[in-house]
């Protein structure tokens, strides 16, 4: 059998966060991008305060100074207002990175959702063999992978072409034992 979903518009949300360095402890959200109904959405964060300034590393943020974050970040408060009507009443939200979005999710004070990656309903075997299918399609289409819209749309896509071929009998087994 295979899945329901037949069209884009219809896979759930996807947020993905490009972050300020490598290291996770180390790292706060620059930009997020949204895929949901079909559409994709991305957004600028202004660094707070307390936040580890002091770890930016320029190339993650697409060459940009992190003064640029600062002049054209959108607040904590105006982010979570925005992705929580985005994101309406999904229940499950799908993320890259099952170790560095949810601790954004929380960082940005969006604990309401449930946050899972992406990897539950497609059939790469782990996250490296995602991310290389990614950067390879990124590169292909010649878009920018500091482009936070162009890789949750890129990612979106490819969950979609996943998907098309996933045994709906076994996407339900990993929800089931994921507590989906």
């Not at 970040?73 to 992705?83: A, Q, R």
């Amino acid at each position: 059998m295979t899945t329901p979903i037949t069209s884009i518009e219809m896979l759930p949300p996807i947020v993905t966060f490009l972050s300020s360095h490598y290291d996770m402890g180390l790292s706060f959200p620059l930009t997020v991008g949204v895929f949901v109904n079909g559409q994709s959405h991305s957004f600028i964060v202004k660094p707070e305060i307390h936040w580890p300034v002091t770890e930016y590393e320029q190339h993650y943020g697409g060459g940009k100074p992190l003064s640029y974050f600062y002049e054209n970040g959108i607040s904590l408060g105006n982010l979570k207002t925005i992705l929580t009507k985005l994101i309406g009443n999904s229940e499950v939200i799908l993320c890259l990175r099952d170790d560095y979005d949810p601790r954004f999710f929380h960082l940005l004070g969006l604990n309401n959702f449930i946050i899972k990656s992406v990897g539950l309903i497609d059939n790469f075997n782990n996250y490296d063999e995602r991310l290389n299918e990614l950067l390879k399609r990124v590169e292909i289409k010649g878009m920018n992978i500091y482009s936070v819209e162009e890789v949750v749309s890129t990612l979106a896509f490819q969950t979609f072409d996943n998907l098309k071929f996933n045994d709906l009998d076994l996407l339900l087994k990993s929800c089931k034992e994921n507590n989906l």
